[in-house]
């Protein structure tokens, strides 16, 4: 496997999510290594919606015969209705995170297991996450 010594890029996420209003934001993507560990932070740099601040820290390094993935991400809802209801907000986000977790879990294993990661296989395991 090749490493990249740095990497950035931004993505546009429109979000339709049951429950609250359609989200509209655009992240910026840094990832780098150092040594064997991979670290990637995704922050918010525009929210169409002024809906929520967001930023988050991957990090995946070596372990045995696998790897350990840590994610520590912030979500601070601006609107005052996510506020009030910041339970069901909360509820709602852990799911969106669960179903995150899955979809990389899902690529990390079938990379391991010799296929090359593409936009097939995201999508796959997207759909897969979604379970």
């Not at 931004?10 to 979000?15: C, G, Q, Y």
């Not at 999510?17 to 740099?45: A, C, F």
């Not at 919606?49 to 995946?60: G, Q, T």
């Amino acid at each position: 496997v090749d490493k990249w010594s740095f990497f950035t890029a931004s993505a546009h996420i429109f979000k339709l999510v049951p429950g609250i209003e359609t989200q509209d934001y655009t992240l910026n993507y840094e990832s780098h290594w150092k040594d064997d560990t991979w670290i990637q932070r995704s922050h918010m740099i525009k929210d169409e919606k002024k809906f929520a601040l967001r930023d988050n820290v991957k990090i995946v390094e070596p372990n045995g015969q696998g790897a350990i993935v840590r994610e520590i991400s912030l979500f601070f809802p601006l609107r005052w209705w996510a506020r009030l209801f910041s339970g069901t907000v909360r509820k709602i986000t852990i799911k969106e995170l669960a179903k995150i977790n899955k979809s990389i879990k899902c690529a990390a294993e079938k990379v391991h297991a010799g296929n090359a990661m593409s936009d097939d296989l995201a999508k796959t395991c997207y759909r897969e996450s979604a379970k």
